[in-house]
């Protein structure tokens, strides 16, 4: 049984058939715009951890589109991409100028822990002249309440067994 990092040995309830804490949800945010001007950043997709949860980003995914090349291109050296945790750059994802995990792929986990109140976006910048027209991005993880702040709110199974 896998769990989240940091609740190993906390007293959580955890699901007996996929091992996350009883109380656990997801979160899948995501966006596809048109690309910002050259210059301008982008929030593509952002989540804010509730007050009182804890939780992890597990997965992120990139898209773009350009007119001349469709969406088959991974180098994209005219745009930053970056995940931020309250503002804050988050290394190794700080600053990408590459399609790292492409749309609908998820083969590449990563597992961040995230506490209350975190915010967690998937932002791009534009560094320079481009065909890409349109920009997307997916952030996918999840939260569960903290036991810190007393017992669990729910009860049941996050993965959805009945």
Same mark, same amino acid.
């Given at each position: 049984?896998?769990?989240?990092?940091?609740?190993?040995?906390?007293?959580?309830?955890?699901?007996?058939?996929?091992?996350?804490?009883?109380?656990?949800?997801?979160?899948?945010?995501?966006?596809?715009?048109?690309?910002?001007? $050259?210059?301008? $950043?982008?929030?593509l997709a952002r989540y804010?951890?509730?007050?009182?949860?804890?939780?992890?980003?597990?997965?992120?995914?990139?898209?773009?589109?350009?007119?001349?090349?469709?969406?088959?291109?991974?180098?994209?050296?005219?745009? $930053?991409?970056?995940?931020?945790?309250?503002?804050?750059?988050?290394?190794?994802?700080?600053?990408?100028?590459?399609?790292?995990?492409?749309?609908?792929?998820h083969g590449f986990p990563?597992?961040?822990?995230?506490?209350?109140?975190?915010?967690?976006?998937?932002?791009?910048?534009?560094?320079?002249?481009?065909?890409?027209?349109?920009?997307?991005?997916?952030?996918?993880?999840?939260?569960?309440?903290?036991?810190?702040?007393?017992?669990?709110?729910?009860?049941?199974?996050?993965?959805?067994f009945r």
């Amino acid at each position: 049984m896998v769990r989240p990092a940091g609740v190993q040995n906390s007293g959580v309830n955890f699901c007996a058939i996929c091992g996350s804490p009883a109380d656990a949800g997801w979160f899948d945010e995501s966006s596809i715009q048109p690309a910002p001007a $050259e210059g301008d $950043e982008l929030v593509l997709a952002r989540y804010q951890i509730p007050q009182e949860y804890c939780g992890q980003l597990m997965y992120f995914s990139q898209y773009i589109f350009s007119a001349s090349e469709g969406s088959r291109s991974l180098h994209t050296p005219e745009f $930053e991409w970056s995940i931020r945790v309250d503002g804050r750059r988050l290394a190794p994802y700080a600053s990408m100028d590459h399609i790292v995990n492409p749309w609908g792929i998820h083969g590449f986990p990563i597992h961040l822990r995230l506490n209350g109140d975190n915010e967690v976006q998937f932002v791009i910048r534009r560094l320079g002249n481009s065909s890409i027209t349109h920009v997307g991005g997916r952030l996918m993880g999840r939260y569960w309440y903290n036991e810190v702040y007393g017992g669990p709110e729910t009860s049941g199974h996050s993965c959805g067994f009945r």
